[in-house]
């Protein structure tokens, strides 16, 4: 096995243009639905996030992106990628613990995110998280692309 950096990145001042850069990489090369550089770069931008990446070496392999709605303890999963050199060796589920933990700490008490019917990958990862599918969204991602809607409560909001 070998070693890898699960890190935080808070807010504008810690994004550096060159991480926005290997991250919008990343996204672009091995995401399904990914966003072009200006949104990476202007990733904090009136936006409350939580970004969790994770190296291998000096290089990053993995990324987690969360919208925060501290005030009524939502969390919203936008995207997580690991790199498919790195995949299936448990690395997305230590990524979404770090950052499950992370916005509870902040006062996040609910998840929920979006899954194409099809991503059994993503689907397995979630659900072993404890993520429950409430709803299909037929035609969310294009045509014949539909999303499965996915929630996880914490005991005090289930
Ligand atoms: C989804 C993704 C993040 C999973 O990353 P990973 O590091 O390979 O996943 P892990 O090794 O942590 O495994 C998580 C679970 O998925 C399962 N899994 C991993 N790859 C799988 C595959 N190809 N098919 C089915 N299940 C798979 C694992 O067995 C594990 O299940 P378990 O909890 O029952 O043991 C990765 O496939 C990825 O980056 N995909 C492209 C981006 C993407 O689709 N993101 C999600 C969008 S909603």
Known sequence: ????????????????????????????QYFP?????ESWTHLFFGHDRLLIALKVDKEVIGFCL????????????????INPEY????????????????????????????????NHAAQKLYSSAGFQIIHRKKDFYGTNRSALIMIKANKSHS
Request: glycine share 4%.
């Open 66 to 81: 969360f919208d925060k709605s501290a005030a009524d303890s939502f969390a919203h999963l936008l995207k997580i990628l």
């Open 33 to 37: 639905t990914p966003w072009d550089l």
């Open 87 to 118: 995949r299936n060796k448990g690395l997305s589920k230590k990524l979404l613990r770090a950052a499950l933990i992370n916005l509870e700490t902040a006062g996040c008490s609910q998840f929920f995110l979006e899954v194409e019917e099809d």
């Open 1 to 28: 096995m070998f070693e890898y950096n699960i890190f935080t990145i808070e807010g504008h001042q810690t994004l550096t243009s060159e991480m926005a850069f290997v991250l919008s990489e990343l996204d672009r």
